[in-house]
T-cell receptor, first 110, second 115 residues
Framework: GQQVMQIPQYQHVQEGEDFTTYCNSS?????IQWYKQRPGGHPVFLIQ?????EVKKQKRLTFQFGEAKKNSSLHITATQTTDVGTYFC??????????FGAGTTVTVRA | NAGVTQTPKFRILKIGQSMTLQCTQD?????MYWYRQDPGMGLKLIYY???????DKGEVPNGYNVSRSTTEDFPLRLELAAPSQTSVYFC??????????????FGDGTRLSIL
């Protein structure tokens, strides 16, 4: 079935620096969703991208959907300690369920 | 609005014991899901349901059972607990329509240890 792959698995970032995490699919996706899970918490929906080439921003987070709708990225600028957690992308596995990537776990050095 | 509520939050079981993880949602969502998350890993789908009376297997259904008698409730049953089932279990729900286009709302999780 359809799977989404995320890289890197871990991202260690100096506070104030930028970083990007990537999500790739072998098949075209109708949409892609991003979730954030804080340590010890549950996944929380961040955003959904639907259109080819779509770019959406949430404060310091920029989400992009590739032109071919097979990849996506999350870019965080000026990383803060509040950005710590695991970021998951998810794409449709069929009409009823999502396929989640393995996640990128972000740690921040103050 | 409570959203998705899971009970218990923590549980320790002995090998071979059985238990039911409870999940209820008050958003009138038709679609509900059970995931497990092993330490440092992603989410693996155990079972899902598209409505009352309808359930289907996910990636890792062995050792689990579910039922969906009402829209609100989607309990997960472990019949003979094994150490490999030590994990954090998340229940989630999503709105009607094409479920794969809808965001999923997660409960706080049940942390289960099998000793």
């Amino acid at each position: 079935g359809q799977q989404v792959m995320q890289i890197p698995q871990y991202q260690h970032v100096q506070e104030g620096e930028d970083f990007t995490t990537y999500c790739n699919s072998s098949t075209t996706l109708s949409n892609i969703q991003w979730y954030k899970q804080r340590p010890g918490g549950h996944p929380v929906f961040l955003i959904q991208l639907v259109k080819s080439g779509e770019v959406k921003k949430q404060k310091r987070l920029t989400f992009q959907f590739g032109e071919a709708k097979k990849n996506s990225s999350l870019h965080i600028t000026a990383t803060q300690t509040t950005d710590v957690g695991t970021y998951f992308c998810a794409g449709p596995a069929n009409d009823y369920k999502l396929s989640f990537g393995a996640g990128t776990t972000v740690t921040v050095r103050a | 609005n409570a959203g998705v509520t899971q009970t218990p939050k923590f549980r320790i079981l002995k090998i071979g014991q059985s238990m039911t993880l409870q999940c209820t949602q008050d958003m009138n969502h038709n679609y509900m899901y059970w995931y497990r998350q092993d330490p440092g890993m992603g989410l693996k789908l155990i079972y899902y349901s598209v409505g009352a009376g309808i359930t289907d297997k996910g990636e890792v259904p062995n050792g689990y059972n579910v039922s969906r008698s009402t829209t609100e409730d989607f309990p997960l049953r472990l019949e003979l607990a094994a150490p490999s089932q030590t994990s954090v279990y998340f229940c989630a729900s999503s709105y009607d329509g094409r479920a794969s286009n809808q965001p999923q709302h997660f409960g706080d999780g049940t942390r289960l240890s099998i000793l």
